[in-house]
């Protein structure tokens, strides 16, 4: 959403703000009260909405950002996945079937995972400069063998080592990956993302903001009123000495009013920061597990990232991913495994070190940041996670968790290269046995 789009939600608050504006307007001519009031209500009125408008379209700006960026990390690891998985010896012919049928099942995998995905397919160049399908998933529109539309050069990034991100209509989206044979890349990974549930989530947010505007102006207005009354009310008590003596309870009467009307402004004011307390809990805790959620724990680690090379003090991130979570979803439901979530969750909180952070990563990953701890501090407090998890008491089954630890002692590393070494970590981890930990440090990667 750029400056130009206004939310229908928005518009529609715009509408009913004008409305009660004139009808305020209209009343306060015919009951003959103070005017001073009303260039007031019409411009605070107006800031409210504007400022509104400009933070659902920031706020959809940001998170279109953050979606871009998780759909480009998805795809690379999806690409290195397909790597691994020996695409480069995929024939057209059909002779390698094993790689196929391995490709196949991992593009079945990530199709159940996440429904936001459409179609995947792997293809390569041609001597002409189009694109040739080499693997497809199953409702994919082209087929092994088959020419892309697109030539290569639509993806010009992907050739060049780069993960491309192209907007097809309102809803889906292209990322294309390279598939590195070595150092060269011998192919494309096409992954066809629907953003409909992204969608659903940022409208969600932003009826959050409509709503909370709302509540603003209702004040505004009802302030408005009250104050026209009180000017209004001590205009009268200036008429005369005696006609106040004569009209000394109507008086009262009115401030009783007055007073109950400034009841029901504090009691809403009361309201609007319980909706904000809401609204803020919302945005940045996790609705299941009750830690922070992605975006938040990214930005905790960013501004301890800098605190820390500021002093010259190391930060460390532990990343862990449960063991055999698919397994425990289709063995014992869903619900175990929410219930597995907020059990683990529940011990990363009560482990959690003062002036740490933790929160989930996404999906059955969590993270937590450790400001100023080395990595001998971190590998202890991983493992120690690492013993509570498993002895934790869960409702279906024990879990474990394999983890990645990495470290940084200076501003050499970005946020994401810390978080990409600790997911290497875990990943090692979880090729070499599960439920344990590995340093990204300790060069067992480059052994590997």
């Not at 959403?1 to 504006?21: C, D, E, K, Q, S």
């Not at 996945?81 to 010896?89: D, P, R, T």
């Not at 009115?254 to 009841?263: L, P, R, T």
């Amino acid at each position: 959403m750029n400056l130009l789009t206004v939310n229908p939600w928005l518009l529609g608050l715009g509408v009913l703000t004008a409305v009660f504006l004139l009808g305020v307007t209209v009343w306060t001519f015919r009951a003959d009260r103070s005017k001073k009031s009303l260039p007031a209500l019409f411009i605070a009125s107006l800031i409210t909405l504007v400022v509104a408008h400009v933070t659902i379209a920031s706020a959809s700006a940001k998170e279109f950002v953050e979606f871009e960026a998780q759909q480009r990390n998805l795809a690379r690891i999806f690409a290195a996945e397909i790597a691994a998985s020996q695409h480069a010896q995929v024939r057209l012919d059909g002779s390698s079937r094993t790689a196929i049928s391995r490709i196949n099942n991992q593009f079945s995998r990530w199709q159940e995972a996440s429904p936001s995905i459409v179609s995947l397919k792997t293809a390569r160049k041609t001597p002409d400069g189009k694109m040739q399908v080499i693997v497809a998933s199953k409702g994919a529109e082209h087929q092994a063998g088959s020419t892309l539309s697109e030539s290569s050069d639509s993806f010009a990034d992907a050739w060049g080592g780069h993960v491309s991100f192209t907007e097809l209509d309102s809803r889906l989206t292209m990322v294309a990956a390279p598939l590195f044979n070595g150092k060269n890349a011998e192919g494309v990974l096409l992954v066809k993302v629907d953003r409909a549930i992204w969608m659903g989530d940022s409208e969600a947010g932003q009826r959050g903001i409509v709503l909370m505007s709302a509540l603003m102006i209702f004040l505004i207005i009802v302030g408005g009123v009250a104050g026209s009354e009180l000017v209004h009310s001590l205009a009268s008590l200036r008429v005369s000495r005696a006609e106040m003596l004569l009209q000394g309870e109507r008086i009262k009467e009115q401030m009783d009013i007055i007073a109950e009307k400034n009841q029901q402004m504090a009691a809403n004011q009361d309201l609007l920061a319980q909706a904000n307390a809401r609204l803020q809990s919302l945005a940045t805790m996790d609705g299941l597990t009750g830690v922070m959620n992605h975006r938040t724990l990214m930005e905790f680690l960013a501004n301890h990232m800098k605190k820390n090379s500021v002093i010259g003090s190391p930060c460390s991130v532990v990343l862990l991913d449960v063991d055999s979570f698919k397994q425990l979803n289709d063995q014992y439901g869903h619900m175990a495994g929410d219930d597995a979530l907020r059990t683990i969750a529940q011990v990363l909180r009560q482990s959690c070190p003062p002036g740490a952070g933790v929160g989930r990563y996404g999906g059955e990953e969590f993270m937590m940041v450790l400001p100023g701890a080395s990595e001998s501090t971190a590998l202890g407090i991983a493992e120690e996670l690492r013993r509570r998890i498993q002895m934790a008491k869960m409702t279906s089954r024990p879990c474990t968790a394999s983890f990645g630890v990495s470290t940084v002692y200076s501003m050499g590393k970005s946020e994401q290269t810390l978080i990409d070494e600790a997911d290497k970590a875990m990943y090692y981890s979880k090729t070499h046995g599960k439920n344990r930990v590995t340093h990204y440090g300790h060069g067992l990667l480059e052994s590997a």
